[in-house]
């Protein structure tokens, strides 16, 4: 039945939702676009004023490569320093279709793993384009001295992750995210000291200017100053990551945020499938209720450690008391041919599972046994050492337990948020000239992102894709300088000037952190890993009324004209108390499974995720309204031409 | 556990500032030393105070965005690990632990533990990068690069820019962390282009933003998260001798 | 001895004018505007400072041959390049590079120092150093006490501070110098200093040169440790056989 807006089977496109794709044979599409771009004229180029938000991947080689064309480029992070965008967490490596193994993979296999992975959610243009840009990113990192891991010959190595067939992960110890980052933050450096991108750091971009229906700049708050000023252009670039933390606890930093899309949304840009979030299985369970974050351990480690949990509910004898004949491998029995190595979702909602059956281990009980035992038997202690030995150190120095003695205990968390703002095949939301780039957009992973594609797509859309798509929306609209005393610029900065003195002035009794605390609570038990019509309806009922508390009884201490970290929290923390809503909006309407949205109510006889083409094979991209309850729904239909849907099965 | 805390406090970076003290209580030893000071500054909240300011954001080790000198060590007694790796376990029920933030002229403090460290960007922008713009890279397989020297180059380029060499040298100069960039390119093919300028460049600039001048004691590499060696150093300075020998000979 | 015109002959007051522009011009070039090309101009005037210091104590140890082998080597060093250059030629060039080490050492090592000073305005409330490193931290301490050694050390045995100084009788001076055990003390203390220096010197010059690296660090920690233990043993095995009368 339709919730919102459209009906379901409607599948006349929608007015608002005009996707550019290019159309032809699938390997001409971006060849062909590329062409029909228009081009700035080089000595123009530096007439061209062009804000990114984030210096991530994503923003972080926009900014240096539009500098290095000429663009006048300002740049923004909330951080003290470019180099500390959350794309330096990435541990495990970033995929590329070079096929240096000769083990079969092309950029047809890349783009038909990422269409399947994402589970049928993901446009096949983009992805494509995504794949054949794959093997120039590795070209670029490696000549900017990337140091990725070598063969013996002196060749690129390459690994398999994530379940893939193929070994195409191109990787740096169990650091690639950092050192992807290092890359393109010293292109940056590059681009600021030769005087194209001037950097602002500790700036937070809170708001959107609109001049006639465009976006013409930002409103940011100087964090140590607290002053909030304007900031005009020609086109405004968010690459300002994922908001995994409206669940308060997941493996994004602290200070990951939803506001900049979030904002940009209430300003018109539609927001698409934003309850599609994926669930991590191999992270260190939460000690109390004093976490502030959850750490990954990289997923290389399902390779040779078994997930188990006791058989019986309530069996609490430490791990090596508890018999062979009383444990349960649960991936491994239901599993049989993929085992420990099914897909991130499956092995999460498993671990669930178990522990919903209060069999789970650990203080608390929510976490599963993943046991080295076997593989330290069969291969010794300096291999598993040589293979894994930083992550062992790590989980040790967290859990003061040692994995090579004790089994590991894991559990699943919020990871990496597959929606974002709707963009077109030009990177363009429904706002004209707010490019949305990595993390940030909805993206080319579908309802399920594969394990090392996050960096492809950052670096992609930032490197290859948006210096072209950028410069046709330039060259059509022309340069036009503007100052910030424009009216709209006057009335955004009044704007966010209020709400910053109304976080100021309530002075409650609560902290944000509690606030958000209760709202990350009631996320994960509705809106995580499995979700049901009741429980989303709860969410619903609750998250309002959270966020009436949030406005009445918060305490923000101290004043806006010095670094107040706690009104930087409280800020963040309205928008995801707004953003909440629309997840359990859209988790709500879409009655089917796919990929990381799990509903109860539509799985396969087995429990598997089950899929309804008929009724959903569509991007659901929300509207706001005014009223953060009824946004509007409008709906990309999603053609396949070359990858023909099927069930997933890892049986 | 219960803990006296003696914390830097400084409301701006022209107010004098102050160590004050407060105390921790109920601390549980699986928390983060970060934890803990989130556990003080939610109390400091509501009594109406205002909460002490720090910097964190992975809280994995690898953003380097925290740190403070705790006990008198950057990072804190835990080496080889940041702050928000470090785990209240170190510690023992009633002790008194100081917390200060870095101390240099070119890290002013910008309030209590938090400090102002762009002079690293600084030190990047005059020469720690390859100049090779977006589109312009040959083949990545055109260049082989021995699976030594690739090790050698990720040692060095682990560096996650944190500052806490600088703060915990006695002559707070940032010899490690500039050579740990000149090393990191150095070694690799893709640097040797732009080597010796990129050395002499960064050396000047370093110099000129007022940091000090090494002294080869090693206090920043054994409170360093990422653990780069000392030899990294000796890799710029060598460097820049070439570097000012060949200027010399191409002068003559 | 007496035949100091030597010093005369390549010409009085012209030639400290020259030798100070010459230190000066030396220390600006070698030091160029780089604190590493500074600290890089110390390791080599302190590598200058070890060679003269290890063939002074090599030199020093002809006491136990007895009083005619080291009064001759005492000769030896003023005639040295006779017929080709005069008497004291050599010496005096040796002297000089000697002296412009000394200062171009010291006045970088200065200079270095304030940038240090200067680099942390407001030091921490408590410290506690991770890695006990007293030689390396003492340096400027320690190259002080060399200094002023160095100035007690002149005066005693080359100016004839000494009560009962005989030119030219260097055997002589030696033994009725370290009778006294105040100056054996002063000489040992110092050559305490000499060792530590030495020990953090050494190592820090291949550190400064950039000739160190990981795998050949352990081997030159050692290669410093024996030669600072070699050369301040070996000047205090002198004083030590005065005191104790192995020489006479
Ligand atoms: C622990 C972890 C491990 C991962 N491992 C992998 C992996 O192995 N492989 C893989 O492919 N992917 C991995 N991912 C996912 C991947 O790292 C991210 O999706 C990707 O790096 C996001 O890049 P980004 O540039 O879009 O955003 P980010 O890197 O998050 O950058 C966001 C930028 O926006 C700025 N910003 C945000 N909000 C504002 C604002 N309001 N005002 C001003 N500036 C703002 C920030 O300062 C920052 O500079 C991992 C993610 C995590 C959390
Ligand atoms: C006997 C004479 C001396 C010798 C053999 C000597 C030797 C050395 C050596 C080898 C170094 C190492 C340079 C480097 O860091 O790479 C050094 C450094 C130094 N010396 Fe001397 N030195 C002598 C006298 C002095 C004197 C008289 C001073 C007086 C102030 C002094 C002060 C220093 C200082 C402060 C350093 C810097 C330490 C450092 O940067 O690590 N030295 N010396
Ligand atoms: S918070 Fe990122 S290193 Fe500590």
Redesign the interface.
């Known amino acids: 039945m339709p919730l919102f807006g459209s009906s379901d089977t409607d599948t006349r496109p929608d007015s608002k939702l005009d996707s550019k794709l290019p159309t032809g044979p699938i390997e001409q599409r971006w060849d062909t676009r590329r062409f029909d771009l228009k081009l700035v004229n080089p000595t123009n180029k530096r007439k061209y004023k062009v804000i990114i938000v984030g210096s991530g991947l994503a923003g972080g080689a926009a900014a240096a490569s539009l500098g290095e064309l000429g663009y006048n480029v300002e740049c923004f992070a909330f951080q003290d320093s470019p180099r500390r965008a959350h794309s330096i967490a990435a541990q495990g490596g970033i995929n590329a279709a070079k096929n240096y193994r000769n083990d079969g993979d092309s950029i047809f296999r890349l783009f038909y793993d990422t269409v399947k992975g994402g589970d049928f959610r993901a446009r096949e243009s983009n992805v494509y384009r995504l794949a054949q840009v794959s093997v120039e990113i590795i070209d670029q990192c490696v000549a900017q001295g990337v140091p990725f891991a070598r063969e013996y010959g002196g060749l690129l190595d390459t690994r398999s992750f994530g379940g893939a067939q193929v070994s195409r992960t191109f990787y740096a110890r169990g650091q690639t995210g950092q050192q992807l980052l290092l890359g393109a933050y010293q292109a940056l450096e590059r681009q600021i000291r030769a005087g194209t991108v001037k950097m602002f750091s500790r700036t937070e971009m809170l708001d959107v200017i609109m001049v006639d229906g465009r976006a013409r700049g930002i409103v940011v708050r100087d964090l140590i100053t607290g002053e909030v000023r304007s900031h005009m252009a020609d086109v405004v670039v968010l690459g300002t990551g994922g908001y995994g933390n409206v669940f308060y606890l997941s493996t994004n930093a602290m200070g990951s945020n939803a506001t900049a899309i979030w904002r940009a949304h209430k300003r018109g840009a539609l927001f698409a499938n934003p309850c599609y979030t994926q669930i991590h299985p191999t992270c260190i369970p939460v000690t109390g209720s004093h976490q502030s974050k959850l750490t990954l351990m990289s997923e290389s480690l399902r390779n040779d450690g078994r997930v188990w949990v006791p058989k019986k509910a309530g069996d609490n004898r430490p791990p090596d008391q508890i018999p062979e004949a009383d444990r349960d491998y649960f991936l491994e029995r239901k599993y049989p041919s993929f085992g420990n190595l099914v897909p991130r979702d499956v092995a999460s909602r498993n671990a669930k599972e178990v522990c919903d059956q209060e069999r789970g281990v650990g203080p608390g009980g929510r976490g599963v046994y993943l046991d080295f035992a076997d593989a330290i038997a069969r291969l010794g202690a300096d291999v598993i050492r040589s293979r894994y030995g930083n992550l062992f150190d790590m989980y040790e120095r967290i859990t003061d337990e040692d994995p090579y003695k004790v089994p590991m205990r894991i559990y699943p968390a919020v990871h990496y948020t597959m929606g974002g703002l709707w963009v077109d095949y030009n990177l363009m939301s429904t706002i004209p000239g707010l490019f949305v780039i990595g993390e940030a957009n909805f993206s080319d992973h579908g309802a399920n992102r594969l394990g090392a594609s996050a960096l492809m797509q950052g670096l992609a859309d930032g490197y290859f894709v948006l210096p072209y798509t950028i410069g046709d929306f330039l060259a059509s609209a022309g340069p036009d300088p503007m100052t910030p005393d424009v009216p709209e610029a006057k009335q955004t900065e009044a704007e966010v000037h209020d709400r910053v003195k109304r976080l100021l002035s309530i002075r409650g009794d609560r902290t944000v952190d509690g606030v958000h605390r209760e709202l990350g609570h009631t996320m994960w038990d509705y809106c995580g890993m499995a979700r049901n019509d009741a429980g989303l309806r709860k969410a619903l009922d609750r998250i309002p009324e959270l966020r009436k508390e949030f406005w009445s009884s918060v305490n923000v201490p101290g004043e806006n004209e010095s670094l107040n970290q706690s009104l930087e929290r409280a800020g963040r923390v309205a928008d995801f108390l707004e953003l909440a809503e629309l997840m359990c909006i859209d988790a709500l309407h879409r009655t089917e499974s796919c990929g990381g949205h799990f509903r109860e109510e539509s799985q396969t006889p087995e429990g598997e995720a089950q899929r309804d083409d008929e009724n959903f094979s569509y991007v659901g991209a929300w509207e706001y309204s005014g009223d953060l309850s009824a946004p509007t729904l409008h709906k990309e239909h999603l053609e396949f031409e070359y990858v023909h849907p099927t069930q997933r099965s890892y049986k | 556990m219960n803990l006296t805390l003696?914390v830097?406090r400084q409301k701006s970076a022209n107010d004098k500032g102050a160590?004050v003290a407060y105390e921790a209580r109920d601390i549980s030893p699986d928390m983060s030393f970060l934890e803990m000071l989130d556990v003080v500054n939610e109390e400091l909240t509501l009594k109406g105070e205002d909460p002490i300011a720090f910097d964190s954001d992975c809280r994995e080790g690898i953003c380097g965005m925290c740190g403070c000198?705790i006990?008198?060590?950057a990072h804190g007694p835990d080496?080889g690990a940041t702050v928000c790796q470090l785990h209240m376990r170190k510690f023992k029920d009633g002790d008194t632990i100081?917390i200060?933030p870095w101390?240099?002229?070119?890290f002013p403090v910008v309030r209590d533990l938090v400090v102002n460290r762009s002079a690293l960007d600084q030190i990047v922008q005059a020469g720690g990068f390859v100049s090779v713009s977006t589109g312009s890279a040959p083949e990545a397989n055109s260049a082989p690069v021995g699976q030594a020297v690739a090790e050698t180059a990720l040692d060095a380029a682990a560096c996650i820019g944190c500052g806490a060499c600088v703060a915990?040298c006695?002559?707070?100069?940032a010899m490690l962390f500039m050579s740990a960039k000149v090393m990191h390119l150095g070694v690799l093919p893709q640097g040797q282009p732009e080597r010796y300028d990129r050395v002499?460049e960064m050396?000047?600039t370093?110099?000129r933003l007022?940091?000090?001048?090494?002294?080869?004691?090693?206090?920043c590499s054994?409170?360093c998260p990422a653990e780069i060696?000392?030899?990294v150093?000796?890799?710029?300075?060598?460097?820049?001798?070439r570097s000012?020998a060949g200027r010399g000979m191409k002068r003559a | 001895m007496e035949k100091s015109e030597g010093v005369q002959w390549w010409g009085g007051r012209g030639a400290v004018q020259s030798f100070a522009a010459m230190t000066a011009s030396i220390t600006a070039a070698a030091g160029?505007?780089?604190?590493?090309?500074?600290?890089?101009a110390v390791a080599a005037t302190g590598l200058i400072g070890v060679g003269f210091v290890f063939a002074h104590m090599v030199g020093n140890l002809k006491v136990f041959l007895g009083r005619e082998p080291i009064n001759h080597y005492g000769e030896f060093l003023r005639d040295m390049g006779e017929p080709i250059f005069p008497r004291s030629f050599v010496l005096w060039t040796l002297r000089l590079v000697l002296i412009s080490a000394v200062v171009i050492h010291i006045t970088l090592t200065y200079q270095?120092?304030q940038?240090?000073?200067?680099?942390?305005?407001?030091?921490?409330?408590?410290?506690?150093?991770?890695?006990k490193?007293p030689a390396?931290?003492t340096?400027r301490w320690g190259g002080t006490a060399l200094l002023l050694f160095i100035v007690f050390h002149l005066a005693d045995f080359t100016w004839g501070v000494h009560p009962d100084f005989q030119r030219g009788e260097v055997y002589h001076n030696l033994i009725t110098g370290f009778t006294r055990v105040p100056v054996t003390v002063i000489y040992l203390a110092a050559m305490f200093a000499l060792a530590m220096h030495l020990y953090?010197g050494t190592?820090?010059v291949?550190?400064?040169?950039?000739?160190?690296?990981?795998r050949w660090?352990r081997t030159i920690r050692r290669g410093a440790t024996a030669l600072a233990v070699v050369i301040a043993g070996g000047y205090s095995i002198v004083p030590l056989a005065v005191l104790f009368r192995l020489v006479k």
Request: net charge positive; hydrophobic share 35%; aromatic share 6%.
């Open positions: 003696k830097w160590m000198v006990n008198g060590q080496h100081t200060e101390r240099a002229r070119a915990a006695p002559n707070a100069s002499s050396v000047e370093h110099d007022g940091f000090g001048s090494c002294t080869n004691i090693g206090e054994a409170v060696p000392m030899d150093i000796s890799f710029l300075n060598r460097d820049l001798i000012r | 160029g505007r780089t604190s590493v090309g500074k600290k890089v270095l120092m940038q240090s000073r200067r680099a942390r305005p407001i030091g921490y409330e408590y410290t506690e150093p991770v890695r490193n390396a931290r340096m953090h190592w820090s291949t550190q400064t040169l950039g000739v160190n690296q990981a660090d």
